[in-house]
C-alpha cells in the first residue's frame, strides 16, 4: 500500500539559509500534518490543512511557512534557518473523521 | 488542548518479558493511536484503537475512553521491539497530541 512519501530524507544547511521539505500524501488523503520532532522529544504538530486550505496552527515559527497544492502535496518552507531548527519533521496524512493518521518516514535537518 | 501522558517514562526488560505501557489523556478523545519509534527515527503505526481491544501478534491494547486511558501490552518481548513508544490522542481529524513516550530496552 502506498505510504507517505518525503522528501529529501537528509538535508544539511548553514545558519540563515533556506530549506524546503516535500509531502506527497497518501492517495485520497484530504488532510496533511507537520510534525517537528527535536533531539529527546516527542514529535510536536507545525500546521495542517484540510482540502488545500490551513485548517490549524502550532507552535510553527514565523520563519516557517507551507502550503498544501492542488495535487494535495504539501511543502514545508524554513527561512533564515537556526541551530534549533535542526529536527526531525513528519509529514501525516488522514482521510478525514475517525481514521487512522499515518506518518511519513521523516525528514532529518541538520543546521550548521 | 489536550494533555497525554506516558509510564513509565523508561523501561529496561530482559528479552522473554512481558511489559505494560500507559497512557491517560485529558480530554475526550475519538482518535488515539501508539507509535513505535524505531532507532531510525520511523513512526511505526502499531493501532488506532479510540476505544475497545484490539490485538496484533504479540501486541495488543485496550482503551478505556470513559476513564480516558490506555495499554500497551508487549508479550514475550524481543530485541527488536527496543525504541521509543508513543501515545498520541486527537479529536476529530485534528492533530494528534503526542506524551512524552516510553523508551523500551529490550535486554538479550
Known amino acids: 500500500a502506498a505510504g507517505v512519501i518525503q522528501s529529501p530524507r537528509h538535508l544539511i544547511k548553514e545558519k540563515r539559509e533556506t530549506a524546503t521539505l516535500k509531502c506527497y500524501p497518501i492517495?485520497?488523503?484530504?488532510?496533511v500534518y507537520w510534525y517537528q520532532q527535536g533531539p529527546g522529544q516527542d514529535p510536536q504538530f507545525l500546521i495542517s490543512?484540510?482540502?488545500?486550505?490551513?485548517?490549524d496552527k502550532g507552535s510553527i515559527p514565523d520563519r516557517f511557512s507551507a502550503q498544501q497544492f492542488s495535487d494535495y502535496h504539501s511543502e514545508l518552507n524554513m527561512s533564515s534557518l537556526e541551530l534549533g531548527d535542526s529536527a526531525l519533521y513528519f509529514c501525516?496524512?488522514?482521510?478525514?473523521?475517525?481514521?487512522?493518521?499515518?506518518f511519513g518516514e521523516g525528514s532529518w535537518l541538520t543546521v550548521v | 488542548g489536550i494533555q497525554v501522558e506516558q509510564s513509565p517514562p523508561d523501561l529496561i526488560l530482559q528479552e522473554g518479558a512481558n511489559s505494560t505501557l500507559r497512557c491517560n489523556f485529558s480530554?475526550?478523545?475519538?482518535?488515539l493511536q501508539w507509535f513505535h519509534q524505531n532507532p531510525w527515527g520511523q513512526l511505526i503505526n502499531l493501532f488506532y484503537?479510540?476505544?475497545g481491544t484490539k490485538q496484533n501478534g504479540r501486541l495488543s491494547a485496550t482503551t478505556v475512553a470513559t476513564e480516558r486511558y490506555s495499554l500497551l501490552y508487549i508479550s514475550s518481548s524481543q530485541t527488536t521491539d527496543s525504541g521509543v513508544y508513543f501515545c498520541a490522542s486527537g479529536f476529530g481529524n485534528e492533530k494528534l497530541t503526542f506524551g512524552t513516550g516510553t523508551r523500551l530496552t529490550i535486554i538479550p
Open positions: 501525516a496524512s488522514s482521510s478525514g473523521v475517525g481514521n487512522t493518521i499515518y
Open positions: 490543512f484540510y482540502e488545500k486550505m490551513q485548517s
Open positions: 480530554d475526550s478523545v475519538n482518535n
Open positions: 484503537i479510540p476505544s
Open positions: 492517495p485520497r488523503h484530504d488532510t
